[in-house]
């Protein structure tokens, strides 16, 4: 409103002056295809952002795409339908079945060479535009295997450099090592899943609410993590147990796993699921919401019986 009041007061009293910016040739045709510019501007500049990184390139493919569209659209789709009428239909049918060719007039073949030079403008930005590395990177399917060589800034200490070298032998490893004992062997003596359970994770009752003893490192530890799910989340347990215990008082982490127990809003039939499974996720859920962790891990193994 205030904009208004000073362009009517700007003409107050006689002309303005110092009007030719605006009476040009050139911005009064800006003015005659602003609305086309407007309408095709935005989708131009999303579509040529997800081809060209921002830059000098990416600026002159748009305004040449965008004055070109408008450009098109201003003389052969606003003005014929502004200046449309049932005798010049009429006039157009009559030469398309004699086969006449209509003749456009001398503005229409300047606004299409216009408009074919800002295209062309438009293209040869995209053309030209610097392309990056990430454009240029052809993928490899090979295994990427560590190298001193390619890291020659990075220090490790002596737990990194010990870790590091482990990575670089299994990841050039072509078949499994021996295991002592065997993995049949272990079935063939009776393996049970305590058994694959450090003492302390065993230990963690399956009951409905978990105990203190499935809570591992300091109660005032800034950051605290809960594993929820069933015996696949136990197998997570222990090396959050290990961190916890480890983290010199900066790490807590909570166990409400249960074996056979599925970490889902569904109720999951499982064979030999403790009935007190229901309680526990419901006691996970208001744990969770209680004291608000910085992490919750859900981790359960493929299931398709529900009931």
Same mark, same amino acid.
């Given at each position: 409103?205030?904009?208004?009041?000073?362009?009517?007061?700007?003409?107050?009293?006689?002309e303005?002056?110092?009007?030719?910016?605006?009476?040009?040739?050139?911005?009064?045709?800006?003015g005659?295809?602003?609305?086309?510019?407007?309408?095709?501007?935005?989708?131009v500049?999303?579509i040529?952002?997800?081809?060209?990184?921002?830059?000098?390139?990416?600026?002159?493919?748009v305004?040449?795409?965008?004055?070109?569209?408008?450009?098109?659209?201003?003389h052969?789709?606003?003005?014929?339908?502004?200046?449309?009428?049932?005798?010049?239909?009429?006039?157009?049918?009559?030469?398309?079945?004699?086969?006449?060719?209509?003749?456009?007039?001398?503005?229409s073949?300047?606004?299409?060479?216009?408009?074919?030079?800002?295209?062309?403008?438009?293209?040869?930005?995209?053309?030209?535009?610097?392309?990056?590395?990430e454009?240029?990177?052809?993928?490899?399917?090979?295994?990427?295997v560590?190298?001193?060589?390619?890291?020659?800034?990075?220090?490790?200490?002596?737990?990194?450099?010990?870790?590091?070298?482990?990575?670089?032998?299994?990841?050039?490893?072509t078949?499994?090592?021996?295991?002592?004992?065997?993995?049949?062997s272990?079935?063939?003596?009776?393996?049970?899943?305590?058994?694959?359970?450090?003492?302390e994770?065993?230990? #963690?009752?399956? $009951?409905?609410?978990?105990?203190?003893?499935?809570?591992?490192?300091?109660?005032?530890?800034?950051?605290?993590?809960v594993?929820?799910?069933?015996?696949?989340?136990?197998?997570?347990?222990?090396?959050?147990?290990?961190?916890?215990?480890?983290?010199?008082?900066?790490?807590?982490?909570?166990?409400?796993?249960?074996?056979? #127990?599925?970490?889902?809003?569904?109720?999951?039939?499982?064979?030999?699921?403790?009935?007190?499974?229901?309680?526990?996720?419901n006691s996970?859920?208001?744990? $969770?919401?209680?004291?608000?962790?910085?992490?919750?891990?859900?981790s359960?193994?493929?299931?398709?019986?529900?009931?």
């Open positions: 409103m205030a904009g208004a009041a000073l362009v009517i007061t700007a003409g107050v009293g006689g303005p002056r110092y009007q030719n910016f605006l009476r040009n040739p050139v911005s009064t045709y800006v005659d295809i602003s609305y086309p510019l407007y309408l095709v501007h935005w989708p500049i999303i040529v952002g997800a081809l060209m990184d921002a830059g000098v390139c990416f600026s002159i493919a305004l040449g795409l965008a004055f070109g569209l408008a450009v098109l659209s201003y052969f789709v606003e003005n014929p339908f502004r200046e449309a009428s049932l005798s010049k239909l009429r006039e157009q049918v009559s030469h398309i079945r004699h086969r006449r060719p209509d003749r456009l007039g001398s503005g073949h300047a606004a299409a060479a216009v408009a074919a030079a800002l295209l062309v403008v438009a293209g040869i930005a995209f053309t030209i535009r610097p392309v990056t590395s454009e240029t990177a052809t993928p490899s399917l090979a295994p990427a560590a190298s001193d060589a390619g890291t020659p800034d990075v220090k490790f200490g002596p737990l990194g450099t010990a870790l590091r070298a482990e990575i670089t032998i299994a990841l050039s490893a078949e499994w090592p021996p295991l002592d004992p065997s993995w049949e272990l079935f063939a003596n009776g393996l049970t899943w305590d058994k694959l359970l450090s003492p994770i065993a230990n #963690c009752p399956w $009951i409905a609410v978990a105990p203190p003893e499935c809570t591992y490192g300091s109660s005032s530890a800034p950051t605290k993590v594993i929820v799910g069933d015996s696949v989340g136990s197998q997570y347990a222990e090396i959050l147990r290990q961190l916890a215990v480890n983290s010199n008082g900066k790490l807590q982490t909570i166990n409400e796993t249960m074996a056979s #127990c599925v970490f889902t809003q569904d109720l999951i039939y499982r064979e030999g699921a403790s009935p007190a499974c229901e309680g526990r996720k996970a859920v208001d744990l $969770i919401n209680t004291i608000k962790p910085d992490a919750v891990i859900i359960n193994a493929c299931a398709d019986e529900r009931v």
